[in-house]
């Protein structure tokens, strides 16, 4: 799979999936109206590519190299570090019947952190290369706890100044609020019923046209920040690291050392490496 062949699928996210998260992002307040059934439930999702749609949605943002901050670095931009599911689905009468993740990748949900009291989906899609997304794709064998899955972890780094910090908490795939198939049922009910409220939007006016989706493509949600990633955004020249590793084939400091330029083979690892210009 190419990059070229994800212009062909819907690019939905899930918000609030690690506890933490909303709260050092600065939008937890904005999601307090958003009640949920259980309480470490994740609070919704939101589209952040939608090819054909007449808004910003429409713009494909994904890049596997640059982030471009299009002028707007004054509005704070963050990595958001994630796993994305590359998944097939089945889509019958108007709604979705099913999710079948089939590949998984390091993912970078950039994101705008200026609160203006509009939707989510805003900060999200300013342009072209505004998110980041590895090409090399780790098949699924099975999206339950048994799966090749629940040995990975998420880690994300900014090397600034030749210097490399900390960006997010390093964080276990099965540390998720909701994974495997709590989440793929969540997501199914979610996108055929989701209702505008708060920062988020009614999500049927985004799928009416899913059948003619080559499938859809879903970051599952960011991981806590590092003390450096609370307080620091992205500047031009920043080099931004994430990667999804089998954490009981490598260790921390092989994603340390790969980054420092020593010769680190990386073989059941998804690594997505990106300058900011």
Not at 7 to 23: E, I, P, R, T, W
Not at 36 to 61: Q, R, V
Request: glycine residues 8%; hydrophobic residues 35%.
């Amino acid at each position: 799979m190419l990059l070229e062949d994800l212009k062909d699928y819907l690019g939905f996210a899930v918000a609030g999936n690690f506890a933490n998260h909303l709260g050092e992002a600065g939008e937890a307040d904005e999601f307090d109206v958003i009640k949920t059934e259980e309480k470490n439930a994740p609070k919704g999702m939101f589209p952040f590519y939608i090819k054909g749609h007449e808004s910003f949605l429409g713009t494909y943002p994904i890049c596997d190299e640059t982030i471009i901050t299009h002028g707007r670095e004054a509005e704070n931009l963050q990595v958001e570090a994630e796993v994305a599911l590359i998944c097939d689905f089945v889509y019958e009468d108007g709604k979705f019947k099913d999710i079948i993740p089939k590949y998984f990748s390091a993912f970078n949900d950039c994101s705008i952190r200026i609160q203006d009291g509009n939707k989510l989906s805003t900060k999200k899609n300013w342009g072209n290369n505004t998110k980041g997304i590895s090409q090399e794709l780790i098949e699924i064998d099975n999206f339950t706890e048994d799966g090749i899955l629940s040995k990975y972890h998420i880690a994300s780094f900014i090397k600034r100044d030749g210097i490399v910090h900390d960006y997010g908490m390093t964080s276990s795939v099965k540390s998720y609020s909701y994974f495997f198939n709590q989440l793929k049922e969540w997501m199914i009910n979610k996108l055929n019923s989701q209702e505008d409220c708060g920062p988020l939007e009614e999500l049927t006016q985004f799928t009416k046209n899913a059948k003619d989706a080559k499938g859809i493509l879903i970051a599952a949600g960011a991981t806590a920040y590092a003390e450096f990633g609370k307080t620091n955004y992205l500047q031009k020249g920043d080099e931004i690291f994430v990667y999804v590793y089998d954490a009981h084939f490598h260790s921390f400091d092989d994603m340390y050392n790969d980054m420092c330029g020593m010769d680190t083979f990386l073989s059941k690892c998804s690594k997505l490496h990106q300058v900011v210009k």
